[in-house]
């Protein structure tokens, strides 16, 4: 978890593309591997990076990780932000 919250202060620092490797390095054999956060986080990352389509997978794989119905819906509503999909804005 420590290493997650790293990441995002990396990418706050240095730019999104260098959060995505370490989270990108965590989600190789990590134990957050099934963790909703991870893919959230990647989620942002790439939509930071305009990659909206693999951010939207993110978000979706998220959401299904997650046993909170309210984080569901909020994430389900990032992946459909995320390509301009219906309910965006």
């Known amino acids: 978890m420590v290493e ?9 620092a240095d730019g999104p ?3 995505l490797a370490l989270v990108d390095a965590l989600a190789d054999g990590s134990a957050l591997a099934g ?3 991870l893919p959230s986080v990647r989620g942002d ?20 990780l997650t046993r909170n119905a309210r984080e569901r819906e ?7 932000r995320a390509d301009g999909g219906p309910g965006a804005q």
């Open 45 to 64: 990352l790439l939509a930071r990076l305009g990659r909206t389509a693999e951010a939207r997978a993110e978000f979706e794989r998220a959401a299904s």
């Open 4 to 12: 997650l919250n790293r990441a995002v202060a990396v990418s706050m």
């Open 35 to 37: 963790y909703h956060l």
């Open 74 to 80: 909020l994430l389900l509503g990032r992946a459909r």
């Open 17 to 19: 593309e260098a959060g």
